[in-house]
């Protein structure tokens, strides 16, 4: 797996998430909500275009919450936030932290406010 984004500054640092969202038919039932499948800080920009394995195993990289499969057939969002520096205290996202995962408290608590670019695509457990 690899993205493109083609706006990068190799001195700056970012922070990719990937959040499952459920199905609409399921997202007005209660307790239905996004859940965290994968968050990377600490990503430089000059390894950002790369295979994820290379970002995962980058030298400032930081895995806050490993890759986990879809848990349901739906969509998942992918989003890229350009952090205002290197995040050395950056707290790993405990297990069940991960469900109902508010991204914008996230970001917000590490001085981010939106990102800087955003996917949605379809996934199939």
């Not at 998942?76 to 069940?96: C, R």
């Amino acid at each position: 797996v690899s993205f493109t984004y083609p706006y990068f500054m190799e001195v700056l640092y970012y922070s990719i998430v990937v959040l499952e969202v459920p199905p609409p038919a399921s997202s007005s039932q209660p307790g239905s909500s996004r859940s965290l499948m994968w968050l990377v800080a600490n990503v430089r920009g000059d390894i950002l275009n790369n295979p994820v394995s290379a970002i995962d195993s980058g030298d400032d990289a930081a895995t806050l919450a490993a890759y986990r499969p879809a848990t349901d057939a739906g969509s998942a969002m992918l989003l890229l936030f350009v952090q205002p520096g290197l995040l050395a205290a950056a707290e790993e996202v405990s297990s069940p932290e991960r469900e109902g995962f508010d991204v914008d408290e996230w970001a917000a608590g590490y001085g981010m406010s939106f990102p800087s670019s955003s996917a949605a695509f379809a996934i199939s457990p």
